[in-house]
């Protein structure tokens, strides 16, 4: 299986989150699974971070990197497949997730309601 994790998942992953299901954190830590982490998952939380409104201890691509995960850059593609998404999300960094995960063929792991109802492969955590 080849999985994009949804930024929140990706923190709750790195903090050891009890909002992290027993379910997904064995699809994560699944040696057969490729996972991925977005470049728009960085931007969101360096966002965030620098609005006070996150804080996360290390440096996040690092601990990425450290837990075996794949970086997901973005591409003109992946920023053009979003004018094909109908307005169903107004957070830009959800958008650009559901595009990566539609152009990449990879299914988004999430919690978020709003992007279940997206025309993509999805896990519900």
């Not at 990197?65 to 094909?84: D, K």
């Amino acid at each position: 299986m080849q999985l994009l994790l949804d930024t929140h998942v990706v923190l709750w992953w790195l903090a050891d989150d009890e909002r992290l299901s027993s379910e997904a954190r064995e699809i994560i830590a699944d040696p057969e699974n490729a996972i991925f982490v977005s470049a728009a998952s960085a931007w969101e939380v360096v966002i965030k971070q620098s609005l006070g409104k996150l804080r996360i201890d290390g440096d996040f691509e690092a601990e990425v990197r450290g837990n075996g995960f794949a970086l997901l850059p973005i591409s003109f593609s992946h920023a053009a497949e979003i004018g094909h998404l109908p307005p169903l999300h107004r957070d830009p960094f959800d958008r650009m997730l559901v595009a990566q995960s539609r152009v990449e063929n990879l299914s988004l792991m999430t919690a978020d309601t709003e992007i279940l109802s997206y025309p993509t492969q999805t896990i519900s955590i």
